[in-house]
Nanobody, 117 residues
Framework: QVQLEESGGGLVQPGGSLRLSCAAS????????MGWYRQAPGKQRELVAA???????NVAASVKGRFAISRDNAKNTVDLHMNSLKPEDTAVYYC???????????WGQGTQVTVSS
C-alpha cells in the first residue's frame, strides 16, 4: 500500500511560480516512476512531467521550459517547480507513482492550482 501526500497548491498570479511537493510512504516500497498529471475542468487528465529512478525526465511540451521536475530517491519525494505560470495551467494536479512491483499507478488526492489575476 502506497500513501501519497501532496502539498504546495494555491492561487498565484500569471507569471508567478509555485512548487508542488509529493511524498510517498509505505512499507518496503520501491518506486520506478514519480510524476504529476493535471486535470482542468471539462478536460481529460494529462501528463505534466515524470521522472524515472535514473533521473530521466519526460516533460509535456505545453510546460517545457517553464516547469521542472525533481526527485529524491532517498526520501521518496518528487517536486514540480512551476514558473511563468499561465491561466491555462489552472487545474487539479495529481501526484502519481509507479512501483517496480506493479505497472498500475498509485495516485494522490490532488491539489488545486489556480492562476488568475
Amino acid at each position: 500500500q502506497v500513501q501519497l501526500e501532496e502539498s504546495g497548491g494555491g492561487l498565484v498570479q500569471p507569471g508567478g511560480s509555485l512548487r508542488l511537493s509529493c511524498a510517498a510512504s509505505g512499507s518496503g516500497i520501491s518506486i520506478k516512476v514519480m510524476g504529476w498529471y493535471r486535470q482542468a475542468p471539462g478536460k481529460q487528465r494529462e501528463l505534466v512531467a515524470a521522472v524515472g529512478f535514473d533521473g530521466a525526465t519526460n516533460v509535456a511540451a505545453s510546460v517545457k521550459g517553464r516547469f521542472a521536475i525533481s526527485r529524491d530517491n532517498a526520501k521518496n519525494t518528487v517536486d514540480l517547480h512551476m514558473n511563468s505560470l499561465k491561466p491555462e495551467d489552472t487545474a487539479v494536479y495529481y501526484c502519481y507513482v509507479v512501483l517496480w512491483s506493479r505497472q498500475t499507478p498509485d495516485w494522490g488526492q490532488g491539489t488545486q492550482v489556480t492562476v488568475s489575476s
